[in-house]
C-alpha cells in the first residue's frame, strides 16, 4: 500500500479534490452555471430522440392555410366558431373541446350593433325596419350564436394572465388560499388577465389559461398547471381539458407528508377521478414538464391535425373524431401560435397542451424526482472513485476505453431512466468529472503531445495561428507546405486616408495607432479561423480555407468582415478619448481558386496565396470608397454565403481584368434582418434593374425616396448623378450596365 501510495498518490490527491469539487456542486454549495446549461442540453437531446409516436385520443382541429383561404382571415366571426363547435359536438360526438383562443371582445362584426343603431336614429319612423331587424337579430348576435352552442356542451375556453389590464370573465378557480387550510401554497402569480366576454363564460363555465412560461433561453419545456390570482388558483386549458375527459370534478393539491405546516413541500396534483384518484407529479411552482411526443405539426407523427374547413363541410369521417379530445388552434404561421421548442423552433402552441392532456390521460409523465440530488451524488461519487484507481495504473489506450465506457454507462443509464421510467435525472457534473479526471491523468503523457505540436509550430507557426497549428496537431499528416490549388475567400482591409492621419499624428502616436488597429483586427480574423497572410502598412490581408479546410470558409469571412466594422466603431471610441483623428476602414471580400502554399525566394518565404482571386479582392477593398461603403464583395462570395442579406452596388469590370463582376454590400443575417432594411433592399433591387434597363424617371424616382431615408449614403448621389449624366449622353442600346475602373 505505502508503495501505490508513493507511485500514485499525487494522482489520487488530485484526483480526490475534483470530486469533492463535484460533490460541492451536487449539493450546490458551489455553483456553476455552465454545467445547467449542459444538463439543459443533455435534456432536449433525449427529448429529440424519442420516436413520434401517433395519439389516436387527441386530436387537434387546425386553424391552417387551407382554413383561411376557404372561410376568410382569422380572427372568424363567431357564427362560424359557433357552426364548427355545434359540427363538433352534435355530428361528430367529440368527448371535449379545448379552445387555444381567447374571445376578450363582442363580435361586431355582423353589422348588427350598426343595425340597431339606426332602427332608433334616422329609421326610428320605420316600424317594418325594426320589425324585420328583431327577427334577424337571432341570426346577427354572432355572440350568441355562439354562447349558446357552448351551453351544457363540455367545452373549456382558453384564456390567459397579464401583468396590466382585467378584462372578460375568469371562469371559477379550482381552489381558493381558504382551501389550503392555512398552508401556504407556491405559485406563478398574476395581476391581471384578458379572458372571454361574460355570456360566452357563463354558457360553459369552464376555462383555462394558455400562458407559456420560456426558460431563460426562450425554449418552451415546462408549463404551469396552476396559476394564481388574488385568492384564487386557476387551472391551465389543458389541466381543465383532461380534466372534463376524465370526468373528475376537482383538483387539490398535496403536499409530502411531514413537511412544514406553513410551507410544506408540494408533492403532486390530485383529480378526483374514479375508481381512483389521479396524482400528477409538479415541480414547486405547479409546473409539469412538456413530453413532446412529436416533432409538432401536421408531418410531426404526435397527433392527428384536421383542418377546421374540412370540420366546417363534413368532410371528415364521423370516426375520425367521434369520442376524441379535440383541441382547436392554428398551425399557420402569420397567426403566432408557434414556438421554440427542444424538438423544434416552429412548434405549434396548440400541440404543446396536446402533450401535457396525453400525460395526465395516461398518468405518464417526465418529472425530476425528490432523490435527484441523492442520486446525483452517489454516481458522481462512484464515477470518481472507479477512474481515480483506474486510471492511475492503466496505460493510455485502457485508459481511453476505460473512460468512455464509463462516460456511455452514465449517458445511458440516465436516457434509459428518461425514456422508460419518465425520470430526469441530471448527468452534467458526473460527465464533467470525468473528463477532468481523464484530461489530468492523461496530462502525464503530455510530452508526446508537446512534441507533435512543436513539429506543426516549426512547419507551419510562422505563418497561421496558434489556433489552427493546434488544429493541425490532431492529424498532422494531412498538411504540409506544398503549393495547391484550392478554393478560398480572401480579405484585404486598409485605413482610409492613412497618409493625412500620419500627418496628424507624432511618431509614438502613429505606432500605438496602428498597432491598436492591427491588433483589433488581427484579432476578429483569428477568432473565426482565417489566416493572417501579412501586413502591408496599414493594410491587412488574410484569407480562410487554408491550411486547415473550411467548408464555410466564405460565411466565416463575411461574418468576420462585418465584425471587423463594429470592432473599428469601438476603437474609434479610444481613439476618440485620446484626442486621435478617426478610423476609417475599407474591406474587399472575394471568393475563388488561388495558388496556397509556400511561396518567394531562397532569401525569404511565406505560407501566401496567388491568383486572379487575390488580386480581385485587392481591387474590391480599393472601390469601397467609390461607392462609399466600408465592404464590398464579389459575386461567388455571395452565392457561398447565402445567409447574409446582401445590397447589390454595381457591376464593374477593374482594371486587369476583362470579363465585368457584380460586386455586392453584405448588410447583416438573413435571420437578422428587420421589415424596414428588408424593404430598402427589395426597393433598391427594383430601381438597379430600372437603372440597367435605362429607364431613368422610375429609376430617379426609387433612388429619390431611398436617398430621402438614407441621406448620409453616397450610393444613391453617385446613382443620381449618373441618371442625369445618362439623360444628357444616353449611354446606347448595346450598354451593358458596366462601370469599368482603369486605376487599382
Not at 88 to 93: G, K, S
Not at 601 to 620: H, P, Q, W
Not at 685 to 696: C, G, K, M
Not at 717 to 740: C, K, M, N, S
Request: aromatic share 10%; proline share 5%.
Amino acid at each position: 500500500m505505502r508503495k501505490l501510495v508513493a507511485r500514485f498518490g499525487a494522482r489520487w490527491l488530485f484526483g480526490s479534490i475534483f470530486t469533492l469539487l463535484a460533490c460541492a456542486q451536487v449539493f450546490d454549495y458551489i455553483h456553476v452555471n455552465t454545467l445547467d446549461r449542459l444538463d439543459i442540453f443533455f435534456y432536449d437531446l433525449r427529448v429529440r430522440l424519442q420516436s413520434p409516436k401517433l395519439d389516436p385520443r387527441i386530436v387537434i382541429v387546425d386553424i391552417d392555410e387551407k382554413s383561411l383561404a376557404e372561410v376568410g382571415h382569422f380572427p372568424w366571426g363567431r357564427n362560424v366558431v359557433a357552426n364548427l363547435i355545434g359540427k363538433l359536438t352534435d355530428d361528430y360526438h367529440v368527448k371535449v373541446i379545448g379552445i387555444d383562443i381567447e374571445n376578450p371582445e363582442a363580435d361586431t362584426s355582423s353589422g348588427y350593433d350598426t343595425l340597431e343603431n339606426l332602427s332608433r336614429t334616422d329609421l326610428k319612423d320605420i316600424p317594418a325596419f325594426a320589425h324585420q331587424l328583431t327577427l334577424l337579430k337571432p341570426k346577427l348576435d354572432y355572440d350568441e350564436l355562439l354562447a349558446s352552442a357552448l351551453k351544457n356542451k363540455p367545452v373549456v375556453l382558453g384564456y390567459r394572465f397579464t401583468d396590466d389590464q382585467d378584462k372578460g370573465l375568469l371562469p371559477a378557480p379550482i381552489f381558493q388560499v381558504d382551501d389550503l387550510k392555512g398552508r401556504r401554497l407556491l405559485a406563478l402569480q398574476s395581476t391581471g388577465y384578458v379572458a372571454n366576454i361574460a355570456k360566452l363564460q357563463q354558457a360553459t363555465g369552464i376555462g383555462g389559461f394558455f400562458n407559456a412560461e420560456l426558460d431563460i433561453d426562450g425554449l418552451l419545456r415546462s408549463s404551469p398547471l396552476v396559476i394564481q390570482y388574488e385568492n384564487g388558483f386557476y387551472e391551465s386549458l389543458a389541466l381543465a381539458t383532461a380534466r372534463v375527459a376524465l370526468g373528475a370534478t376537482n383538483v387539490r393539491p398535496q403536499f409530502i407528508a411531514g413537511t412544514d405546516r406553513d410551507y410544506g413541500e408540494l408533492d403532486s396534483l390530485i383529480l378526483n377521478t374514479q375508481p381512483a384518484e389521479k396524482h400528477i407529479p409538479v415541480d414547486d411552482l405547479m409546473k409539469i414538464q412538456i413530453d413532446f411526443r412529436g416533432k409538432g405539426g401536421p408531418d410531426g407523427g404526435g397527433y392527428r391535425y384536421i383542418s377546421a374547413t374540412d370540420v366546417l363541410h363534413k368532410r371528415v369521417p364521423v370516426e375520425a373524431l367521434d369520442q376524441r379530445v379535440v383541441l382547436i388552434g392554428t398551425s399557420a404561421p402569420g397567426l403566432n401560435d408557434l414556438r421554440s421548442v427542444p424538438v423544434s423552433n416552429q412548434f405549434p402552441g396548440v400541440e404543446a397542451h396536446a402533450n401535457i392532456i396525453a400525460s395526465i390521460l395516461d398518468g405518464n409523465f417526465k418529472h425530476k424526482p425528490d432523490y435527484s440530488i441523492g442520486f446525483d451524488f452517489a454516481q458522481v461519487a462512484l464515477t470518481g472513485i472507479l477512474l481515480i484507481i483506474a486510471l492511475s495504473k492503466l496505460k493510455p489506450l485502457p485508459s481511453i476505453l476505460f473512460t468512455a465506457v464509463i462516460t456511455v454507462s452514465v449517458i445511458w443509464f440516465n436516457f434509459w431512466a428518461y425514456s422508460t421510467q419518465g425520470l430526469i435525472l441530471p448527468v452534467a457534473t458526473a460527465l464533467t468529472l470525468v473528463l477532468a479526471l481523464f484530461m489530468f491523468n492523461v496530462a502525464w503523457g503530455y510530452w508526446f503531445e508537446v512534441r507533435i505540436n512543436r513539429a506543426m509550430t516549426n512547419l507551419f507557426g510562422e505563418y497561421v495561428a496558434p489556433e489552427l497549428v493546434e488544429v493541425m496537431a490532431e492529424d498532422p499528416s494531412h498538411y504540409n507546405m506544398d503549393g495547391e490549388k484550392r478554393v478560398l475567400t480572401i480579405l484585404f482591409a486598409d485605413v482610409r486616408g492613412f497618409t493625412t492621419i500620419s500627418e496628424m499624428l507624432e511618431t509614438n502616436d502613429l505606432r500605438e495607432f496602428i498597432n491598436i488597429y492591427l491588433t483589433a483586427m488581427s484579432e476578429d480574423i483569428r477568432g473565426n479561423k482565417g489566416t493572417l497572410d501579412k501586413y502591408i502598412g496599414d493594410c491587412v490581408m488574410a484569407f480562410w480555407g487554408a491550411p486547415v479546410v473550411l467548408d464555410d470558409h466564405a460565411s466565416r469571412a463575411v461574418a468576420t468582415a462585418l465584425s471587423m466594422l463594429k470592432t473599428a466603431d469601438r476603437v474609434n471610441q479610444t481613439f476618440a478619448a485620446r484626442g486621435w483623428p478617426p478610423l476609417k476602414i475599407g474591406i474587399g471580400l472575394n471568393t475563388g481558386e488561388v495558388r496556397v502554399g509556400d511561396m518567394g525566394s531562397k532569401i525569404r518565404r511565406a505560407y501566401t496565396v496567388m491568383g486572379d482571386a487575390v488580386n480581385l479582392a485587392s481591387r474590391l477593398e480599393g472601390i469601397t470608397k467609390q461607392y462609399g461603403v466600408a465592404l464590398v464583395v464579389g459575386e461567388m462570395t455571395r452565392l457561398a454565403a447565402p445567409e447574409f442579406a446582401y445590397r447589390e452596388l454595381d457591376r464593374v469590370r477593374v482594371k486587369g481584368k476583362n470579363e465585368p463582376v457584380a460586386i455586392f454590400q453584405p448588410v447583416a443575417l438573413v435571420t437578422e434582418l428587420d421589415d424596414v432594411t428588408r424593404n430598402a433592399l427589395a426597393e433598391w433591387d427594383r430601381a438597379l434593374s430600372l437603372f440597367r434597363s435605362q429607364q431613368w424617371d422610375q429609376a430617379e424616382q426609387l433612388v429619390k425616396t431611398l436617398h430621402a431615408q438614407y441621406p448620409d449614403q453616397l450610393l444613391y448621389e453617385l446613382y443620381l448623378d449618373q441618371i442625369e449624366h445618362f439623360r444628357l449622353a444616353p449611354p446606347g442600346p448595346d450598354w451593358d450596365g458596366v462601370t469599368t475602373y482603369t486605376t487599382k
